[in-house]
């Protein structure tokens, strides 16, 4: 199944200068890049893309950093692309994430009250319908 999945490379990514290197691992496994896109997301959006953590002790915290600057979107294509990412970011905990992975190789806890962990990526096909149409309305 061709499927397409919502890749950020969040504000810590980005101030790292890790975009090239998560797009080169995406690439690299043979994915598809349909859409790429660097700008920093406000409020508004970020509750929406964030709106099953509402009510989470970590959201405002997440808000925050995730509009701290800019973040890189990429719409990702490929059979399978949903899991696919998954499998290349990591678990969510930097610290636990396998070796090998996005996050297990270039994350780490700095202690804050939000996981910043370098990606995101779309955890189902609804999820990445629905998130695909709020970082690219029109795509
Ligand atoms: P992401 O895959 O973008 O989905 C929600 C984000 O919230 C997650 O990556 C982390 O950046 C952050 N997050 C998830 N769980 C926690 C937690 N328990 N504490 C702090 N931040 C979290």
């Not at 969040?10 to 890790?18: C, H, M, N, Q």
């Not at 973040?71 to 610290?95: K, M, N, W, Y």
């Not at 009250?113 to 695909?132: F, L």
Request: aromatic share 6%.
């Amino acid at each position: 199944d061709v499927q397409r999945t919502l890749v950020l490379v969040k504000p810590d990514g980005v101030a790292r200068g890790l975009v090239g290197e998560v797009l080169r691992r995406i690439e690299a496994k043979g994915y598809t890049l349909v859409a790429l896109d660097l700008r920093t997301a406000d409020d508004a959006l970020l509750r929406e893309h964030y709106a099953e953590h509402a009510g989470k002790p970590f959201l405002q915290p997440l808000v925050d950093f995730m509009s701290s600057g800019p973040t890189a979107a990429a719409v990702v294509e490929g059979h399978r692309a949903i899991e696919g990412f998954r499998s290349l970011a990591g678990a969510t905990d930097p610290t636990t994430a396998a070796p090998g992975t996005i996050r297990g190789d270039l994350a780490r806890d700095w202690g804050k009250k939000v996981i910043e962990n370098i990606v995101h990526g779309s955890d189902s096909p609804e999820s990445a319908a629905r998130e695909i149409g709020l970082w690219f309305p029109g795509l």
